[in-house]
């Protein structure tokens, strides 16, 4: 029985000896596989971490390139169109500053006119009313005449008008003048009544010619003088429409402009930073790859 107990100890003592020679190699090739099968990870995820890093530098690079050649053909498009502007914007100065000299101009004459047609519409009352006086004078000379009171018209205001017209008419011969001024004078007997008729009515068909001028000449003038100033009056609204138009057109232009500065001046810097950024971009993506 000894014998089998001491055969079977050193049966196990040899076979605890085996196994801690086998252990330490097992320990290496277990760790070498789990360091392979980490690097192996490792290795993936820097692929897939390159991987996406060279799409970035593909899709990043294209969407930056396309950035930069609209804000490359933006810049001189921006340049041209606020030069357009401010072209425009000059030209709407001048043609405000013409439509306002032109609306004063047309006032003015608007107020010339009106001047001078008052002025001549005074002038037209005292001559028609002058000769309506003196018409009417002579009218009742005729009619004193004709009843035989010519005596009694001489001591009227309408006799002393009448000495007044024949006195100031230069259109009398020297002997009308001489017969109406002995008749006027109550000479009656050196004067002839027919003849003193005669004088009156031509003196009479004179004046109503003349006040039948002056009538047609001051229709006429207050005709023109009234389609000047209907037409003077169209004008002015319409120049009064363009200078409130043009005013709103130059204040709206004018904020264009400087929206439009603003927008080149912006388009010029983010060309600048993208031009800047891809420069680097190109660099580190060639680095990384």
Known sequence: MKVAFVISALLASQAC?????????RKV??????????????????????DKFMCYC???????DKSIADA?????ELGANIEAGVSQLAQLKEDLKKAQVDR?????????????????????????????????????????????????FLQTAAGATLRNVVEENDALSDLDRHDLTSFLSNDAGSTDSGAIVGILKQMGDTMTKTLGDVVAAEEAAVKSYDSLI??????????????????????????QIVQMKEDLSDTQASLIEDKKFAAELEKSCATKE
């Open 104 to 152: 004063a101009a047309a006032k003015s004459a608007m107020s010339e006119a009106t001047a001078i047609r008052e002025k001549d519409a005074a002038a037209y009352a005292t001559e028609s009313g002058d000769l309506k006086t003196n018409l009417a004078a002579l009218e009742k000379a005729l009619a004193a005449i004709a009843k035989g009171t010519g005596g009694a």
């Open 29 to 50: 090739v277990s760790m070498l596989q789990m360091m392979q099968k980490k690097v192996q990870a490792e290795g993936e995820k820097e692929q897939e971490l390159f």
């Open 72 to 76: 490359g053909d933006a810049v001189p």
């Open 58 to 64: 593909k899709n990043s690079g294209g969407a930056l």
């Open 230 to 255: 209907k037409a003077k009056t169209s004008e002015v609204e319409a120049l009064t429409a363009a200078i409130e138009e043009k005013t709103v057109r130059i204040g709206e232009l004018g904020v």
């Open 17 to 25: 000896a085996e196994e801690s020679v086998a252990n330490p190699i």
